[in-house]
């Protein structure tokens, strides 16, 4: 069972950047993709990203295609989430998940471990 900690959430204003922080624990952090979902007040969860395990494969949703960047570091067990350009419509929580069924590019499939969700908020 892995246990995943956000971190790196903040407010920012619209056209500046932040990195979120995923650090993992339990069970070995590169047998898991690892993905990033955000959810907006009133408003159904949104796939952000994904990468798959050894870190050569992403891939993100249409709304943050290149302005995200996801990467993994496996020797420290954590996984982060470059926010660059961002716009007052990224403001959300965004949740870390990992899994260790499927792979990266099957993002749509249910993910088995989340973290408990970190605050972005971007002001125009």
């Known amino acids: 069972q892995a246990q995943l900690v956000e971190s790196g959430g903040g407010l920012v204003q619209a056209g500046g950047s932040l990195r979120l922080s995923c650090a993992a624990s339990g069970r070995a952090f590169s047998t898991y993709r690892m993905g990033w979902v955000r959810q907006a007040p009133g408003k159904e969860r949104e796939f952000v990203a994904a990468i798959s395990r050894s870190g050569s494969s992403t891939y993100y949703g249409e709304s943050v295609k290149g302005r995200f960047t996801t990467s993994r570091d496996n020797a420290k067990n954590t996984a982060y989430l470059q926010m660059n350009s961002l716009k007052p419509e990224d403001t959300a929580v965004y949740y870390c998940?990992?899994?260790?069924?499927?792979?990266?590019?099957?993002?749509?499939?249910?993910?088995?471990?989340w973290g408990q969700g970190t605050q972005v908020t971007v002001s125009s």
């Open positions: 998940a990992a899994d260790p069924k499927y792979s990266a590019r099957e993002y749509y499939t249910p993910w088995d471990y």
